[in-house]
């Protein structure tokens, strides 16, 4: 792809204005979630509200049944993987 990394430069430089001026931006960031969709404890990336303090809300967008259903089956999917890793 070349030069992916002024990408990841610009991420960080939105990221880092946004928690240093308090912008409370709502930004598309991954972290962990208590509950998606009956799955518990998986990090996913959703829009969130971002801000000096970090992470102020999770925004959940309208899903129709078929978006839930498949929410569901990436959660499950994350967090069966994760489970199987081997920390050492």
Same mark, same amino acid.
């Given at each position: 792809k070349g $030069?992916?990394?002024?990408g990841i430069g610009a991420a960080i430089a939105l990221l880092s204005r946004c928690i240093l001026f308090d912008e409370r931006q709502v930004l598309t960031v991954?972290? *962990?979630q208590d509950q998606v969709q009956g799955v518990r404890d998986v990090a996913l990336s959703?829009?969130?509200v *971002? +801000?000096?303090a +970090?992470?102020?809300q999770t925004l959940y967008p309208?899903?129709?049944s078929l978006e839930?259903? $498949?929410l569901a089956a990436s959660a499950q999917i994350i967090?069966?993987?994760v489970a199987g890793l081997v920390l050492s």
């Open positions: $030069a992916t990394y002024y991954s972290s *962990v959703l829009p969130q *971002v +801000g000096r +970090g992470i102020l309208p899903l129709d839930q259903q $498949a967090s069966e993987h």
